[in-house]
Structures are given as C-alpha cells and as structure tokens.
C-alpha cells in the first residue's frame, strides 16, 4: 500500500456565492514509503489546502483519502484524529512552537500526549535534536533560537511521534537563501534516515529538484 493515496480529491471554496473557487477538481497522487516529493505550483493554486486535506486537517468535497491503505473517510473522528497524530508530521513556514516552553519540551510533549515516558521521550528529543545540529540549544526557548534554528526545532517536533508521512507547506521560505540551503539539507538527511515518505510544498525549484520527483499543481488536478 501506498503510504499516502489521493484519488479524486475535490474542493470548493464559498460554493454557490459570487467568490465561489474551485480548488481542486480530482486531484490524484501516490507517495510509496520513503518517496519524497516536490509540489510546486504558484500562490493560490491550492497547495496548502490539498496539504491540509491530505494530512486530515480539513476534509475535501469528494474523493478518498487513505493512509497506509486505511480509508480516512471511513474512520470515526475519534480514530481519525488519533491517525493524524500518529501518521502525520507537519512543518509549516513559520515554526508555531510553544513559546513558553525550551526547545527540548516543544519536542517531548507531543510524545508524552502520545503515551511515550518521560525517559523516552526526551531521549528521541535529544536525538532528533542532535541529527539537525540543534542538541546545544535543547534548554533554550523558541525567541532564542535563531531562525534557521527555530525551523529545525520544529522539523523534530513533527517527527517526533515516528509519522509514517510527512508534509510541509514552505518549509524553509521564511528563511535567507543561505540558511534555508542549510536548513533544507538538514530536514532531507532527516527524512531519508528515518525513512519517511513526504510532500513538500515549496517556490524554490533548486530545492524541488533534490527530491525524487516535482508535482505541479494545473488546474487543480496534479500533473
Ligand atoms: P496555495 O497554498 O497554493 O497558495 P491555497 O490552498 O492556500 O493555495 O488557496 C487556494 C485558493 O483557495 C486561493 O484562491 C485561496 O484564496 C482560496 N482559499 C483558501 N482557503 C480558503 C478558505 N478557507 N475560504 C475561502 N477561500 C479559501
Ligand atoms: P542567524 O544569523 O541564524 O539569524 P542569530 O544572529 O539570530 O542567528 O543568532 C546567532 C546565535 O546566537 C544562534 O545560535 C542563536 O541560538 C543565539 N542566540 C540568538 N539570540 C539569543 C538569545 N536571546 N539568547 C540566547 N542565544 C541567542
């Protein structure tokens, strides 16, 4: 089975009122375990909301999403959000941490919602935290990091209950050319070692084409 499978995902916007969009009209796609894939496509073309429909955040008008082979659609709300937060990893363009809490905690708690223990969880913390480069700065806050650094936090924070997919919206376009060079490479050392499957959503074309394949989005439908 497919990690992620998308088949006829349809989505409008303001249906029936005079700023009625459609957004996408039968998009289709497939990510095999450990793929990653580029989705590019100008502003407005409906990246972030085939992403939020993919990673369970928002529901399409039709079609199907499955994740490993398990029909989303057919699960209750209960399990539905239960698979979200145990299959799915999202980074964004800004990185959202807990600005009250260190580097190190953004990264345990949502283990600790998940059941993991203390001792565990901040023992993947650490590790994760160390693969990015980013273990000295495990007891500082979000406002102390730098913003390459803040990024990479949160690249941890998604992983950090083992996602079987991950999917990011921009995840390095808030950053300078040369950090988000860094940073980037960071996050696909990360993604091939633990053998995730992701769709990342990015302007950057040089970015997209160090992943195995770029999705464009016409029309709404991927091509
Ligand atoms: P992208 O991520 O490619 O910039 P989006 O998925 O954010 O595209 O938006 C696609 C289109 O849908 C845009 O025209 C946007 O204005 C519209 N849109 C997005 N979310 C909503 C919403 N909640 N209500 C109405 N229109 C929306
Ligand atoms: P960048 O050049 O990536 O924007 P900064 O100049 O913001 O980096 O920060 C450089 C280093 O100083 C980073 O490692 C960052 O963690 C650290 N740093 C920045 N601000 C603070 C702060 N208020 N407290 C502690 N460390 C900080």
């Given amino acids: 089975n497919p990690v992620l499978h998308l088949s006829g995902i349809e989505k409008t916007y303001n249906e029936g009122t005079p700023g ?89 708690l949502p283990q600790l919602a998940n059941g993991v223990g203390d001792k565990a969880a901040r023992d993947h913390a650490m590790d994760l935290m160390a693969r990015v480069g980013v273990d000295t700065r495990a007891t500082h806050r979000p406002a102390e990091l730098s913003g390459g650094e803040q990024q990479r936090v949160a690249f941890c924070r998604a992983l950090a209950n083992r996602p079987a997919l991950l999917l990011a919206d921009e995840p390095t376009g808030n950053l300078d050319p040369d950090t988000a060079d860094t940073v980037f490479n960071a996050l696909m050392e990360l993604v091939r070692d633990t053998g995730l499957s992701a769709l990342i959503a990015t302007h950057n074309l040089e970015l997209a ?12 439908v991927i091509v």
């Fill in 20 to 108: 009625e969009i459609r957004v996408l009209r039968g998009a289709n796609l497939q990510i095999a375990r450990g793929e990653v894939f580029a989705l590019v496509a100008p502003s407005g073309s409906g990246k972030s909301t085939l992403l939020h429909i993919a990673g369970l955040l928002d529901t399409a008008d039709a079609g199907q999403v499955a994740i490993n082979g398990q029909d989303m659609g057919a699960l209750s709300d209960r399990r539905r959000t239960a698979a979200r937060r145990n299959e799915v990893g999202f980074i964004y363009q800004f990185h959202h941490l807990l600005p009250e809490f260190t580097a190190m905690e953004n990264i345990v």
């Fill in 209 to 220: 084409a160090r992943m195995d394949r770029t999705l464009r989005l016409d029309a709404g």
